[in-house]
């Protein structure tokens, strides 16, 4: 809920989507993974996305490369969300991932704690995160992509309305009050096939 909240106040998007993943052990000690997605809007569409790393609270800003949280993200088949994605990196996006790792031990590359180390659990846990924002996400985008397509045939359907009554007109011979009447028929039509 934080996170959502935090999310919603920093970034200019049009869809929000937060997990937090139930807690997990690995080598005996316990981990908790949340993950937060903000797609749309403001965001750069044919750039890479935005990935934001934390662990217990600390932004993690180098070697992104060596990180569990960007190995999970890059082997995330994120083409079945709506995305495009170059093999082997980030996908190519209006997205930002924001991911992070609560532990009582979390397990650093280095002493420079620079980087998360690539236990199969831990990168486990974040791509289930990653992969339910994802659907949550790609519903979405589905969703917005059939109501644009649903828009464009009315408004193609809608600009052959009059020439539809001008052609009943000439064919059974009616007035130019009911060839009025017949496009706005028509149209009503159209509005109640469109909410059914």
């Keep these: ?70 190995k999970a993200v890059t082997s995330t088949d994120w083409k079945a969300y709506q995305l495009q994605q170059p093999r082997g990196s980030l996908p190519v996006g209006p997205m930002l991932l924001l991911v992070h790792i609560a532990s009582v031990w979390v397990p650093f590359t280095s002493e420079s704690k620079e980087a998360i180390a690539s236990y199969p659990e831990i990168v486990k846990e974040i791509r289930l995160g990653l992969q339910e924002c994802g659907r949550r996400m790609a519903t979405h985008v589905r969703k917005r992509r059939r109501e644009a397509d649903e828009r464009k045939k009315r408004a193609y359907i809608e600009k052959y309305i009059p020439q539809v009554a001008i052609g009943l007109q000439e064919i059974l011979g009616f007035d130019d009050r009911e060839r009025t009447r017949v496009a706005d028929r028509l149209a009503d039509v159209l509005e109640r096939s469109r909410t059914a």
């Design 1 to 70: 809920e934080l996170l959502l909240r935090a999310l919603r106040a920093e970034v200019d998007a049009d869809f929000f989507a937060t997990v937090t993943r139930r807690p997990t052990v690995y080598r005996g000690n316990p981990f908790l993974v949340e993950v937060g997605l903000a797609y749309g809007g403001a965001l750069g569409a044919d750039e890479p996305v935005t990935l934001y790393r934390y662990a217990n609270r600390v932004p993690l800003q180098y070697q992104q490369g060596a990180c569990a949280i960007t």
